[in-house]
């Protein structure tokens, strides 16, 4: 089941320039979250700072808190490997590992953190796949093709699985479809609302009729800041900020 | 009557077929030595090689027959205790340059990897001598190991360190994303996204020390007879082929021959042989 996520007080920074400032908000869990700005505004690096991942790159910087379910994520006691393991998370690019079969690809979060058992993998493979909406197009060739010799949009729905293997409670989704081809977007997106069933699933999207098709909710971001946060319905028919109004109706970004 | 469009597309097509026969040219003449070197071989050692001289050890001067098949079993016991020090510090140190290595400590190892790469192979014999045959107190193949392990190490590492940094950066987020820790990303992913690079970069190094002669002169030193254990004299390929080469016998120039025959031909073997190991192990690529 999903779990909701609280921000307060996030800021974070590359090296000096700081990115993002004084961010606060409540994600409702079993629900899709949309993120959207223009280019630059700092919407990958708050999804970034919900599953630690900001502070990979060298030189990055996060203050504040981040409640996900039970875990404080930036607090003393957590390690970042335990956050990871609690949140996935889908990249822009597909990024299944090359050198792996889409078996070992979907098993890849298990079988590298110790689970060796044989036929319960075989069974959570099947399963992750099944959701991601790929199972039948894989199912006779998941041990022989690698994970880099199919189409991009059933890569990243191979990355889709990957990330749902490991039974995360919440999904952080990167501008899932921007690579793809819009009859595969077609497909994430329609995943993306049966996923919400089981995970609160936050979505990054440039495309604002993406974020109109698939979100309960919407963030906007710009320059670092979160301008506003609502029901996607009210997002789109009557923002509150100008700031707001004028992103939407394409005055800029 | 020539438009200026069909003059200008003659020239062209002539210039492209110039430059492409120029690069074939260039390709043939770095593939000519080695063919030369190759067929020259065959032709000089080819009729030396045969069952006894792979089986049997040297006789006698004046004695005919006799075989070098201490060297071949030495030179591959010197290049397993080589291999074992050079490949792992070398990929260690390649994963710490490009996973770990932004530091200044970085920088120094990089530096002293590339002046170890310079250093003349009979300075390391020497180097070695002093370091390891006199405390010890006698040659030994160990002792040549470690000169030619050093030498890998070099090679190994800077190859590991540019095939790792091509593995793009995308595939370690996807692995620290799923919440695997960065040593295990490093191994299990990084590592073996990698792999037939670095493989690569192991063979180049184990070439090039397999045919080593310098180093050995002071270290394994060579010898006459069987010496399977490490810690005594051993016979080795290059070795024995330099002996034999300068001596003034004819018997044991044509065994010269032979030697240097076999020994290319089990370095091109061993290489060959990793090759399509390393390519069967690859899941398919195709769609």
């Given at each position: ?48 700072c ?7 790159i ?24 335990d ?11 597909p ?26 993998l ?64 077609g ?9 919400k ?57 | 009557?020539?438009?200026a ?54 006789k ?26 050079g ?8 994963i ?34 002093g ?9 030994s ?65 184990f ?81």
């Amino acid at each position: 089941m999903g779990v909701g996520i609280e921000v307060r007080d996030l800021n974070a920074w590359f090296s000096k320039a700081q990115v993002l400032q004084d961010i606060q908000m409540n994600v409702e869990p079993n629900h899709v979250t949309a993120v959207i700005g223009p280019s630059g505004c700092g919407k990958s690096t708050f999804v970034r700072c919900l599953n630690r991942m900001h502070e990979t790159i060298a030189g990055a910087r996060v203050e504040g808190k981040v409640q996900v379910g039970d875990i404080d994520v930036y607090g003393s006691g957590t390690a970042a490997v335990d956050v990871r393991r609690r949140i996935g998370m889908v990249f822009q690019k597909p990024n299944p590992f090359p050198t792996m079969s889409i078996y070992d690809n979907v098993a890849a979060g298990l079988k590298l953190n110790g689970y060796r058992n044989r036929k319960d993998l075989d069974a959570i493979v099947e399963r992750s796949l099944r959701m991601a909406a790929l199972w039948d197009e894989v199912k006779d060739v998941v041990r022989k093709k690698s994970g880099a010799s199919l189409s991009g949009g059933q890569q990243q729905r191979v990355c889709i699985a990957r990330a749902l293997a490991v039974e995360p409670e919440v999904l952080l989704m990167d501008e899932p479809a921007s690579a793809l081809d819009p009859i595969s977007t077609g497909k994430i997106e329609e995943l993306i609302f049966q996923l919400k069933e089981q995970y609160t699933v936050v979505i990054v999207t440039h495309n604002m009729q993406q974020a109109a098709r698939v979100a309960d909710y919407t963030g906007f971001f710009l320059m670092g800041k979160l301008i506003e946060f609502d029901k996607t319905q009210k997002i789109f028919t009557t923002p509150s900020d100008k700031r707001t109004e004028d992103y939407i109706t394409g005055r800029f970004g | 009557m020539f438009s200026a469009k069909g003059v200008l597309g003659l020239r062209r097509r002539f210039t492209n077929h110039l430059f492409t026969a120029a690069a074939a040219l260039a390709s043939l003449l770095v593939l000519a030595p080695l063919f030369a070197i190759f067929g020259y071989l065959l032709y000089r050692g080819l009729g030396s090689v045969n069952w006894a001289f792979l089986t049997h050890t040297p006789k006698p001067i004046g004695e005919t027959g006799g075989g070098m098949a201490n060297a071949i079993v030495g030179s591959g016991l010197i290049l397993a205790i080589a291999s074992a020090i050079g490949i792992p510090l070398g990929i260690g140190a390649g994963i710490y340059l490009s996973e770990y290595g932004k530091s200044r400590y970085a920088q120094v190892v990089r530096f002293t990897a590339d002046v170890l790469n310079g250093v003349p192979s009979i300075v390391m014999g020497i180097a070695v001598y002093g370091l390891v045959v006199l405390p010890q107190g006698h040659f030994s193949a160990f002792s040549g190991g470690v000169a030619l392990g050093i030498m890998m190490i070099p090679t190994i590492a800077r190859t590991t360190e540019e095939m790792l940094a091509m593995v793009p950066n995308v595939i370690r987020e996807a692995a620290l994303g799923l919440g695997i820790p960065q040593w295990r990303t490093t191994l299990s992913i990084t590592l073996r996204t990698a792999t037939s690079g670095v493989i690569t970069g192991v063979m180049l190094a184990f070439a090039r020390v397999a045919g080593e002669t310098a180093p050995l002169l002071f270290t394994a030193f060579g010898n006459q007879y069987w010496s399977l254990k490490p810690n005594q004299p051993t016979a080795a390929l290059p070795l024995q082929i330099y002996v034999y080469a300068i001596s003034p016998f004819d018997e044991w120039h044509r065994q010269a021959w032979a030697g240097a025959l076999v020994l290319i031909a089990i370095i091109v073997g061993a290489v060959s042989i990793v090759r399509v190991i390393a390519a069967r192990h690859q899941v398919s690529h195709s769609a």
